[in-house]
């Protein structure tokens, strides 16, 4: 048995990413539960059909059934098992644990939800979820996690306010969308696509990631000071730098970098899964012989418009706005998402050296056409700072985009007492552009 239901302009939105960078793309979110020893298969089993047959989300599959419409499957994600031959009874490397769950799809069929159940010994230590990203958020990667510890625990999971089917069905003020498509028209109307930071060119391209940790407070302490003598958010501090990092490695003065919003307003939406994110542009205009305090004002500017008109979805804006498809796919065109996190809790990544880097290959990248996907994290805590790069594109690019990670870190080191300098005197403090990244292979 099979449905058919109108899709809402945020998963239209991931329609058209999926089409623009190919299921290569695709990174999945992942939960790993221990599983007490008197639990069995079976009743691991029943907890994942019945959170299956609850979040009608986890079986989307997001695909070529109709051209607005989303096929849901009736049927339950399989259960693996899989051995693990070492490890403390009820843990896995998080790393391996990582990797585990980023193979449980299979790049061939539908992407969905998978879960395996990690033997040890005698007995289940170890309970994997992997859900891709086209079908669940970061908030809904802890509503799984939270809801299947309920259900493998026996309880019994709370009355949903709302249904999958309903967040789907509803759809956005068409009104709201020519809105905003015109403020967008307004701001990206003399930005053209973000080109030659990454290399292109390849047909081989791949999906590669790079972790760096770095112990001690340095940049939690960094990345606060240099907010406040900035009078913006960490955030915008990290974006402002980012962008005299791509002004260098291009001279383009105008371009876009992306950050995701969420758009789950709606309490009801706060428990159920499904991917309600937006990408929204920032806009950044370097002029080199302006303050960093002015590049930061401006970015701060770029970050309120796109909380502000969060409304409509990427592939709306794309069909409203004249240029912005061009910057997303164009020729050479790079894509650059950015994320950051100030956590005021002490984080285990501290564990283990003071620096290291870990480096994974996760798969091919087959875009539409030839254009780089980058994202870069920044995690802030009182004792790490962790840089995640993800890259898909030639092979190598990932040490390009690690270098610009690493070019943001070297610039908070210089921002306090520099917020009157001039651009151009900041990004001439970098190294060259092309610098070694030392690497320690990852656990594969």
């Known amino acids: 048995m099979s449905r058919l239901f109108p899709l809402t302009a945020e998963q239209r939105s991931l329609l058209y990413f999926q089409n623009l960078f190919g299921p290569g793309v695709a990174l999945n979110l992942t939960t790993a539960l221990p599983v007490p020893a008197e639990i069995s298969y079976d009743r691991v089993a029943g907890a994942v059909e019945r959170l299956a047959k609850r979040h009608g989300g986890l079986r989307a599959q997001l695909g070529a059934s109709a051209a607005d419409g989303q096929f849901v499957a009736d049927e339950t994600p399989p259960l693996l098992v899989a051995e693990e031959q070492s490890g403390c009874p009820g843990r896995v490397p998080a790393r391996r644990a990582w990797l585990r769950c980023a193979d449980l799809f299979d790049p061939r069929g539908p992407r969905r939800a998978r879960f395996e159940l ?80 990454m290399p292109h060119g390849a047909a081989d391209g791949v999906r590669a990631q790079r972790d760096r940790h770095r112990a001690g407070g340095a940049g939690y302490h960094a990345v606060q000071l240099a907010a406040r003598e900035l009078k913006c958010s960490p955030f915008v501090v990290i974006a402002a730098l980012c962008a005299i990092s791509l002004w260098r490695r291009t001279a383009q003065e105008r371009f876009l970098v992306h950050t995701p919003i969420s758009t789950r307003r709606d309490p009801a939406r706060q428990v159920s899964v499904g991917n309600f994110v937006n990408d929204r542009p920032l806009v950044c205009r370097v002029s080199p012989g302006e303050s960093l305090l002015t590049l930061a004002k401006r970015i701060r500017g770029s970050c309120a418009a796109a909380l502000r008109h969060s409304y409509a979805s990427v592939s709306d804006l794309v069909r409203a706005v004249r240029g912005y498809e061009n910057c997303l796919q164009g020729a050479d065109a790079d894509y650059v998402q950015l994320h950051v996190q100030v956590d005021d809790r002490r984080s285990a990544a501290g564990e283990g050296p003071s620096d290291r880097v870990e480096r994974s290959v996760l798969g091919p990248f087959r875009p539409s056409g030839d254009v780089t996907c980058t994202t870069l994290r920044f995690h802030f805590s009182p004792d790490v700072t962790w840089t995640r790069t993800f890259f898909g594109g030639r092979r190598g690019g990932d040490e390009v985009a690690a270098e610009v990670s690493d070019d943001v870190l070297r610039l908070l080191e210089l921002v306090p007492g520099s917020g009157t300098a001039p651009v151009r005197w900041l990004a001439e403090e970098l190294p060259p552009v092309g610098g070694a990244i030392p690497v320690i292979e990852g656990d594969r």
């Open 118 to 197: 990690i033997r040890q010994g005698q007995r289940y230590g170890v309970l994997l979820g992997a859900l891709d990203h086209l079908v669940a958020d970061g908030t809904s990667a802890e509503i799984v996690t939270r809801d299947l510890a309920l259900l493998l625990d026996g309880g019994a999971l709370p009355e949903l306010p709302m249904t999958f089917q309903d967040v789907c069905r509803a759809q956005p003020s068409t009104d709201r969308v020519a809105e905003e498509a015109g403020e967008w028209a307004r701001r990206l109307g003399d930005v053209a696509p973000l080109t030659g930071v």
